[in-house]
């Protein structure tokens, strides 16, 4: 099996996708700096979840591949962000959000979901600012449900300032 960095793999698997009109690493390479100016010391996991946090739910990458190349606890990170099924995207948020909810920061993956989750909403949210105002209400029209079920109190405070200012919840 060859041995490729997390960016490596998911910029592969991701393939041609698009975010927008640029290509999908754009939004990968945003997710993972917001990560890196979050962390003082490189947590491999971490960054390995942010770049990785979309390849279950955008490709045909399955969880054991993952486990095999990057181990448990990124697996399981990824798996927590990941959208569940559903036919609508309402239905998929709210069964997101109902998972996001119940997770705990201490067990294994949970902390690196929550922080990744949170970096990927404010990637996407300042993306839209520039580019998307149709998505930008979409992310506002969302943001309680979302701001309840992913923050804790002091994990990634910087990212929740910023995103209730984007988002218009002023802290709530």
């Given at each position: ?21 640029r290509p ?35 490709t045909s ?62 990637a996407n ?48």
């Amino acid at each position: 099996m060859e041995e490729l960095s997390a960016r490596e793999f998911a910029i592969r698997a991701h393939g041609d996708q698009r975010y927008g009109d640029r290509p999908y690493a754009v939004h990968l390479a945003a997710v993972a700096a917001i990560v890196d100016e979050l962390v003082d010391d490189a947590d491999p996991v971490l960054v390995a979840v942010a770049w990785l946090h979309d390849v279950l739910e955008d490709t045909s990458v399955e969880p054991e591949e993952l486990r095999q190349r990057f181990g448990d606890a990124v697996t399981v990170a990824v798996d927590l962000v990941s959208d569940p099924p559903g036919k609508t995207r309402k239905i998929r948020k709210v069964a997101l959000h109902s998972r996001l909810a119940e997770i705990d920061v201490e067990v294994r993956g949970g902390r690196a979901a929550l922080i990744v989750k949170a970096a990927d909403r404010l990637a996407n949210a300042r993306a839209s600012q520039e580019n998307s105002p149709r998505k930008l209400r979409l992310y506002r029209s969302e943001h309680s449900e979302f701001r309840a079920a992913v923050f804790r109190v002091g994990l990634c405070d910087r990212v929740w300032a910023e995103l209730d200012v984007i988002l218009g919840d002023g802290g709530a």
